[in-house]
């Protein structure tokens, strides 16, 4: 209420739109030729994806106003979302999913008890239910990983890939900064060879030279073996911004810690890791916004997430043709994802500002 | 030594030696076995090629190569759904077959001597005969490559398929111009705008770039190719029984189009057929399937799930398909094609 009594008068949306974009004629002409830059764009686009496109039908045949086939992300929708998961099984992703947002909202709510423990316990239980529901066995029917896709696959792997990751980060990034040699000289490696190379890379080795050097009848499923890879990427990125944080806290809270007597797992765990992970926080969800974008490059080994799955229904030959549908629909829905993570960061950031 | 016990001797060899023989008629093949065990062939496809590779709206796939790995489990298993397919892009194929994650490829993949060669892997026999062909308005009124003189031709530059093309018309005589463009897709596009009379690629991507052409029924794709890529399915070296099992499924389902056995006829033509070809091939005569460590309705089982060659081309990239290809060099070598297969005999 006071907020309201403070906050200075705002000129009208007119004045301000005047003295903003047009007070002299240079700022006009900039600002009507952006307009006009603007309105160019989406005009068409406008037209293609909204005014002139098909909603209805169930072919490509019913597609015929000229603009944008939405019908085909209608045909495809099952599989944009849970790939060639079976039908009958589906109920099973949505669960996992819902699991998952419960999970993310209970980590971030304050009442919950002694939360550095419970979270983590939180994910760890999540991880090995959601796994079992995909996966099945244990009573549920079996559901190979081939027979995952779409949106599932992407959120799946974004998910295991950054929660595995951040605990190994957090390890390497003590391990760098670790007084004993040999941890030192393990961690700096790890974190160097992993950032050094590109997840391209990573992806391709993972997939096809593993198997080739493996002995027979060993196999790890593909799936997990792109995960691993995709994972420790991460977690070498993830260190990284970690030791930003380590390095950014004032060294008076590790000394004065151990002056009061905490050894170096009390000292860590209860005074600079909280403090560092706070401040690397934007960092660490900037990594997993990445992380996200770069599931997508799991496509190349023929794992089909959502960009793969999009790629891969223009092969049918009912629907060849829709490259701007496909590539515009899962665009959108990578940016929903993305936008809406970091606006849930900056959320978080300015929710918890504070000092020390 | 006596006679008596050289005579024992030599009946012990000769047991022995019929032994070795039956043995090697039912070659130990762990790759059956191994399907057998686990109850499915393990089949690698292309990830995803309109026509012959590609999972439709029910997420189920299908093509004309994804067909024969529903054959060769029907052969096998006696059920043409048991397949698990293994998509894979063109750097995963080899390594996926060699390190036995795939029983076989089905993929769309020309056969050449340094792949068979030095990559440890055979073909056994041509499944689509892939050349490079044109494609031309109908009204132009041009039917084969020759009849290209004075027309423009649309290629990507750099592209292999500009120099097949440029050193055809070369080394024939024939005057034609040809335009290029960065990409593939611009060069369609500029065909499709009327900037050039033909466009050039090979059969199959043809087939797939006519349907997204503004009226697809006005252009017409040459049979007449100017380059020679057979493709067929694959195995690795070794395990020569299974290998026989693929080579002889694909002669098969040939076969039963070249004899006219179909999906619809083959129970009848099983019961009542009194050709002794057709009577070998569905298992009625001769016990072939058993030679290959097969029940004897193998191919009864292949025909009657999936059909003959024919059926299964004209349903996946043929007249039955969106695609709509001819049969050109794909069509039996009795009726103008050069689809061959060996007798069963």
Same mark, same amino acid.
Request: aromatic content about 10%.
């Given at each position: 209420?006071?907020?309201?009594?403070?906050?200075?008068?705002?000129?009208?949306?007119?004045?301000?739109?005047?003295?903003?974009?047009?007070?002299?004629?240079?700022?006009?002409?900039?600002?009507?030729?952006?307009?006009?830059?603007?309105?160019?764009?989406?005009?068409?686009?406008?037209?293609?994806?909204?005014?002139?496109?098909?909603?209805?039908?169930?072919?490509?045949?019913?597609?015929?106003?000229?603009?944008?086939?939405?019908?085909?992300?209608?045909?495809?929708?099952?599989?944009?979302?849970?790939?060639?998961?079976?039908?009958?099984?589906?109920?099973?992703?949505?669960?996992?999913?819902?699991?998952?947002?419960?999970?993310?909202?209970?980590?971030?709510?304050?009442?919950?008890?002694?939360?550095?423990?419970?979270?983590?316990?939180?994910?760890?239980?999540?991880?090995?239910?959601?796994?079992?529901?995909?996966?099945?066995?244990?009573?549920?029917?079996?559901?190979?990983?081939r027979q995952w896709g779409g949106l599932m696959l992407t959120v799946f792997l974004s998910v295991y890939a950054g929660v595995l990751a951040v605990p190994l980060g957090i390890l390497l990034a003590l391990g760098r900064q670790s007084e004993l040699p040999v941890i030192r000289l393990v961690a700096t490696i790890f974190i160097e060879f992993w950032r050094g190379v590109p997840i391209i890379t990573v992806i391709f080795l993972a997939s096809l030279l593993l198997p080739l050097v493996m002995p027979a009848g060993w196999d790890i499923d593909r799936l997990v073996r792109a995960l691993v890879g995709l994972a420790f990427v991460i977690a070498?990125?993830?260190?990284?911004?970690?030791?930003?944080?380590?390095?950014?806290?004032?060294?008076?809270?590790?000394?004065?810690?151990?002056?009061?007597?905490?050894?170096?797992?009390?000292?860590?765990?209860?005074?600079?890791?909280?403090?560092?992970?706070?401040?690397?926080?934007?960092?660490?969800?900037?990594?997993?916004?990445?992380?996200?974008?770069?599931?997508?490059?799991?496509?190349?080994?023929?794992?089909?997430?959502?960009?793969?799955?999009?790629?891969?229904?223009?092969?049918?030959?009912?629907?060849?043709?829709?490259?701007?549908?496909?590539?515009?629909?899962?665009?959108?829905?990578?940016?929903?994802?993305?936008?809406?993570?970091?606006?849930?960061?900056?959320?978080?950031?300015?929710?918890?500002?504070?000092?020390? | 030594?006596?006679?008596?016990?050289?005579?024992?001797?030599?009946?012990?060899?000769?047991?022995?030696?019929?032994?070795?023989?039956?043995?090697?008629?039912?070659?130990?093949?762990?790759?059956?076995?191994?399907?057998?065990?686990?109850?499915?062939?393990?089949?690698?496809?292309?990830?995803?090629?309109?026509?012959?590779?590609?999972?439709?709206?029910?997420?189920?796939?299908?093509?004309?190569?994804?067909?024969?790995?529903?054959?060769?489990?029907?052969?096998?298993? @006696?059920?043409?759904?048991?397949?698990?397919?293994?998509?894979?892009?063109?750097?995963?194929?080899?390594?996926?077959?060699?390190?036995?994650?795939?029983?076989?490829?089905?993929?769309?993949?020309?056969?050449?001597?340094?792949?068979?060669?030095?990559?440890?892997?055979?073909?056994? @026999?041509?499944?689509?005969?892939?050349?490079?062909?044109?494609? =031309?308005?109908?009204?132009?009124?041009?039917?084969?490559?020759?009849?290209?003189?004075?027309?423009?031709?649309?290629?990507?530059?750099?592209?292999?398929?500009?120099?097949?093309?440029?050193?055809?018309?070369?080394?024939?005589?024939?005057?034609?111009?040809?335009?290029?463009?960065?990409?593939?897709?611009?060069?369609?596009?500029?065909?499709?705008?009327?900037?050039?009379?033909?466009?050039?690629?090979?059969? @199959?991507?043809?087939?797939?770039?006519?349907?997204?052409?503004?009226?697809?029924?006005?252009?017409?794709?040459?049979?007449?190719?100017?380059?020679?890529?057979?493709?067929?399915?694959?195995?690795?070296?070794?395990?020569?029984?299974?290998?026989?099992?693929?080579?002889?499924?694909?002669?098969?389902?040939?076969?039963?189009?070249?004899? @006219?056995?179909?999906?619809?006829? =083959?129970?009848?033509?099983?019961?009542?057929?009194?050709?002794?070809?057709?009577?070998?091939?569905?298992?009625?005569?001769?016990?072939?399937?058993?030679?290959?460590?097969?029940?004897?309705?193998?191919?009864?089982?292949?025909?009657?799930?999936?059909?003959?060659?024919?059926?299964?081309?004209?349903?996946?990239?043929?007249?039955?398909?969106?695609?709509?290809?001819?049969?050109?060099?794909?069509?039996?070598?009795?009726?103008?094609?050069?689809?061959?297969?060996?007798?069963?005999?």
């Open positions: 209420m006071t907020a309201a009594a403070i906050r200075p008068v705002r000129p009208s949306l007119l004045r301000r739109l005047r003295t903003d974009y047009f007070s002299t004629p240079l700022d006009a002409l900039v600002s009507l030729a952006c307009i006009a830059a603007i309105v160019a764009i989406a005009l068409p686009l406008l037209r293609w994806a909204v005014i002139n496109a098909n909603f209805s039908g169930t072919t490509r045949a019913d597609c015929t106003a000229g603009g944008a086939c939405w019908v085909f992300i209608k045909a495809r929708f099952g599989q944009f979302m849970y790939g060639f998961y079976p039908p009958a099984e589906r109920w099973r992703v949505d669960l996992a999913a819902l699991l998952l947002i419960g999970t993310v909202a209970l980590s971030f709510w304050r009442g919950l008890p002694r939360r550095a423990l419970t979270v983590p316990a939180l994910w760890a239980v999540l991880l090995v239910v959601d796994a079992w529901l995909l996966a099945g066995g244990f009573g549920l029917p079996r559901v190979e990983t070498a990125y993830m260190a990284e911004a970690v030791r930003g944080g380590l390095q950014a806290m004032p060294k008076g809270q590790g000394e004065a810690a151990a002056a009061s007597g905490l050894g170096y797992w009390q000292t860590t765990g209860l005074i600079v890791l909280p403090q560092a992970l706070r401040i690397s926080m934007p960092a660490m969800t900037n990594e997993f916004i990445a992380l996200v974008k770069n599931t997508s490059l799991v496509s190349i080994v023929s794992i089909f997430d959502l960009l793969g799955i999009a790629q891969a229904s223009l092969a049918d030959p009912n629907w060849v043709g829709m490259n701007m549908e496909a590539y515009a629909f899962s665009g959108a829905v990578y940016w929903l994802i993305c936008f809406g993570l970091s606006r849930w960061s900056r959320h978080l950031e300015t929710s918890r500002k504070t000092t020390h | 030594m006596t006679h008596l016990a050289r005579g024992a001797l030599g009946a012990a060899l000769l047991a022995f030696g019929a032994d070795a023989a039956g043995a090697q008629q039912l070659a130990p093949s762990p790759t059956l076995d191994a399907i057998r065990a686990r109850g499915h062939v393990e089949c690698g496809v292309h990830l995803g090629l309109p026509g012959f590779s590609f999972a439709n709206d029910r997420g189920e796939w299908t093509g004309l190569d994804v067909d024969f790995c529903r054959a060769i489990a029907a052969a096998v298993l @006696g059920d043409a759904n048991k397949v698990r397919y293994t998509p894979t892009s063109v750097q995963q194929r080899w390594p996926v077959l060699q390190s036995g994650q795939v029983d076989l490829l089905s993929r769309n993949t020309t056969i050449t001597f340094s792949r068979n060669v030095t990559l440890g892997v055979n073909f056994q @026999g041509i499944n689509f005969y892939e050349g490079q062909s044109f494609i =031309v308005r109908t009204s132009s009124g041009a039917k084969k490559p020759a009849d290209l003189e004075n027309a423009s031709i649309c290629v990507a530059a750099g592209s292999t398929e500009e120099r097949t093309a440029a050193d055809f018309f070369r080394e024939r005589n024939i005057k034609v111009t040809i335009i290029n463009f960065q990409k593939n897709d611009d060069a369609i596009a500029a065909y499709d705008a009327g900037r050039c009379d033909s466009y050039t690629a090979g059969l @199959g991507a043809l087939a797939g770039q006519r349907i997204k052409l503004k009226t697809p029924a006005e252009h017409l794709i040459m049979t007449e190719t100017i380059s020679n890529d057979p493709q067929g399915p694959v195995t690795r070296w070794g395990d020569e029984r299974w290998q026989a099992v693929v080579r002889w499924v694909l002669n098969g389902m040939i076969a039963a189009e070249y004899l @006219g056995v179909t999906s619809k006829n =083959v129970d009848d033509m099983r019961a009542n057929s009194k050709s002794a070809e057709i009577r070998r091939l569905l298992g009625a005569d001769g016990g072939f399937g058993a030679m290959l460590g097969l029940s004897n309705d193998w191919m009864f089982n292949a025909i009657k799930q999936v059909g003959n060659y024919g059926e299964s081309y004209e349903r996946t990239v043929g007249k039955g398909s969106p695609l709509g290809l001819e049969r050109g060099q794909n069509q039996l070598w009795t009726r103008g094609g050069i689809l061959f297969t060996s007798p069963f005999q």
